[in-house]
């Protein structure tokens, strides 16, 4: 039988059940939405001119996501560091941003003082540790949640708790504007969704697994557009992580203008490389004619490539949509490479070196 469509199979290897942690985004969402709710934030803080996140892996792919749905909405400038240092921008003027699932991260917390000195208006989000500490004491207002809907305890399949935390603060600070009708149909239509793809729903049926299976031996390359150039950043990162699978993810029209001479060599690619290629009605028709030649190219070269059409109504609703595919998809794979997707063996080898 298809590992796939084998629950005993997949339990046996998904030793933390992130399965659930998927399964239970629209629940991530709707617990963080209620929260971020009741956060108090000072009143000078909606007098911002921009803003700063600063968050790694899981803990920063919440910002990238909202930097591109709201890209043509934003009346600020709105950037995401990755860093132990503050960008030259950062003033009195400035939203700082402090996100750290753990609590603990180092390069986060390195820039608390340093955005302190400059007179920032700080936030933070968090689960514990650390930060969690200092916005239980009231010295940095946020948001301080219990992840109870992410079972396997991993920060990036937390993601729904940093995103909707996230939008609930900026909201708050007059950044940008967000319903409590958005939210909810946005959690009415995942829960819908994820009927098709939960793994009781079998392969014969289920696109996030035939996707899996499509690329499973090659290296995934993920192209989006847009306002979903955030979600091809998570979704690489996701198959990086939970799959232990090699990929990366291109940004139409970007992608046009080099990556195609890079297609004939080496001579291998068309055995290495599977183009995934994410579709919206909702695309600028010019971005909507360069996936259409990009693919004809792919063709000419004899590389592998797939397409997923979005099908939600609303550029929001896309993002959540393709956030809960791929994390299916990362998730299969991971069953299909026959590696549990919760530990990061590397990673973790990596912290201790650096300890």
């Not at 997949?10 to 971020?36: G, R, T």
Request: hydrophobic letters at 40%; proline letters at 4%; glycine letters at 6%.
């Amino acid at each position: 039988m298809n590992i796939l469509d084998d629950p005993k199979a997949i339990k046996n290897l998904d030793q933390s059940n992130m399965l659930a942690s998927i399964d239970l985004l629209p629940k991530q969402i709707e617990q963080a939405w209620a929260e971020v709710k009741q956060v108090d934030i000072p009143a000078d803080y909606k007098k911002v001119k921009k803003v700063v996140v600063n968050g790694m892996g899981g803990s920063g792919l919440g910002a990238h996501i909202i930097q591109s749905i709201y890209f043509k909405k934003l009346k600020m400038p709105l950037g995401n560091i990755h860093s132990y240092d503050l960008p030259g921008i950062v003033d009195k003027d400035t939203l700082y941003v402090l996100s750290s699932y753990s609590g603990n991260t180092e390069e986060v917390l390195n820039t608390y003082e340093q955005a302190k000195r400059k007179g920032a208006k700080i936030l933070a989000i968090a689960s514990g540790g650390e930060l969690g500490a200092l916005i239980k004491a009231g010295k940095i207002p946020g948001y301080l949640f219990k992840p109870k809907y992410n079972i396997c305890n991993q920060p990036r399949m937390g993601i729904g708790y940093a995103i909707t935390g996230l939008l609930g603060l900026f909201e708050k600070c007059a950044v940008i504007k967000v319903s409590d009708r958005e939210i909810k149909a946005v959690i009415q239509f995942l829960d819908k969704l994820k009927l098709q793809f939960e793994a009781k729903n079998l392969t014969l049926d289920n696109l996030a697994k035939q996707t899996a299976d499509h690329v499973q031996n090659y290296a995934p390359l993920i192209v989006a557009a847009e306002f979903l150039s955030g979600n091809a950043h998570v979704l690489a990162n996701q198959l990086n992580e939970n799959s232990k699978n090699f990929s990366h993810y291109f940004i139409i029209s970007e992608l046009n203008h080099h990556l195609l001479e890079g297609l004939s060599c080496p001579e291998n690619n068309p055995k290495n490389l599977f183009f995934c290629f994410f579709e919206s009605q909702l695309y600028h028709p010019r971005n909507a004619e360069r996936l259409k030649i990009t693919k004809d190219i792919l063709r000419k070269n004899k590389i592998n490539y797939l397409s997923y059409k979005l099908q939600g109504r609303t550029e929001f609703m896309q993002s959540f949509e393709m956030l809960l595919f791929g994390s299916y998809v990362s998730f299969y794979l991971a069953m299909l490479n026959n590696v549990d997707p919760a530990p990061i063996p590397w990673v973790d080898y990596f912290k201790t070196q650096l300890a």
